[in-house]
């Protein structure tokens, strides 16, 4: 009986115990959601290959600064976009060229844009130049493999085509491509790999590719793309998302990163001043194309 007995309250302390466990566990869990800024444990961000080095650059900043993980899904500017559409899920959206941005605006899935930078549209070619290509021309030679990114997925060829079909110079350009490729960055490294001799891509995007340089051409002078990441309206958790949309359009935190990484970048706010003005009240104020923040 004794044995019993002890064998008893040893199952009953060792529930209380296990109870007291859960209960410090879910405790500790709904503290653990938010970091000591007040954003959330984790962010979703679906942003565009392009911008893939520079957004890791500032991802490890803010996440040792504020412990909130970014989680972040890199893709084609219209691949991520349809994605949101679709699923209905994320926080933020960060694509090539602000024309995605306005169309997700037209479709209620932004609720708040904060510029941050411009790119330019190049040609990126092995280090030395080893093909000599210094005009549109010389992409239309017979020796000359260009590849480009597919313009119905991807901000980079999107913006060219659109800048080179008033003057009918895509089709020859689209019919000298040997291959179309996901993202800018499948471009610069079928260069690094050999598969190609030339590339159309964003002169930020060379930073990442110290094998390659960059051709200017006069037809390409005016093709530039507005880079803005937007809030999504369907976010969970939007004061968060402002958060880290603040950070990343601060010229004394993102910004530095836009900069470093060879991006033109915007005028923003100094982020500790806003940290100490925010009221949490200008999520749903659309600013697209507004370079003061």
């Known amino acids: 009986m004794n044995r019993t007995l002890i064998a008893l309250a040893g199952s009953v302390l060792l529930l209380i115990g296990l109870l007291f466990a859960l209960a410090s566990g879910s405790r500790d869990s709904d503290t653990g959601r938010k970091s000591a800024s007040g954003t959330a444990n984790s962010l979703v961000l679906f942003c565009a290959a392009s911008n893939r080095a520079v957004m890791e650059s500032i991802r490890v900043d803010y996440e040792q600064e504020f412990g909130t ?5 890199y893709g084609p500017s ?7 559409e679709v699923s209905g899920t994320g926080d933020l959206y960060l694509p090539a060229d602000e024309s995605y941005i306005a169309i997700g605006i037209e479709k209620l899935l932004i609720a708040e844009v904060f510029p941050l930078a411009t790119m330019r549209a190049v040609v990126a070619v092995p280090r030395g130049n080893p093909k000599a290509i210094r005009t549109f021309n010389d992409l239309l030679r017979s020796d000359v493999r260009l590849v480009q990114a597919n313009p119905e997925l991807a901000a980079i060829s999107k913006v060219v085509k659109q800048s080179l079909q008033s003057s009918g110079k895509w089709e ?22 050999g598969a190609a001799d030339a590339g159309l891509v964003y002169d930020a995007v060379l930073s990442s590719y110290k094998d390659l340089e960059a051709v200017e051409l006069d037809e390409l002078s005016t093709v530039i793309s507005d880079v803005s990441l937007g809030i999504i309206s369907s ?8 958060h880290f949309a603040r950070y990343v359009a601060a010229r004394d935190r993102g910004l530095l990163h836009y900069e470093k990484y060879g991006f033109a970048v915007k005028q923003g706010d100094l982020f500790h001043e806003w940290q100490a003005t925010k009221d949490g009240s200008t999520v749903g104020d659309s600013r697209i194309g507004d370079n003061e923040q």
Do not use: C, E, G
């Open 78 to 84: 219209q691949t991520l976009l349809s994605s949101i």
């Open 172 to 193: 020859p350009l689209a019919r000298a491509t040997i291959a179309f490729r996901t993202n800018v960055n499948d471009v610069a490294n079928d260069l690094v790999i």
């Open 235 to 242: 976010s969970k958790q939007p004061q968060a998302a402002l």
């Open 69 to 73: 993980t970014i989680q972040i899904q």
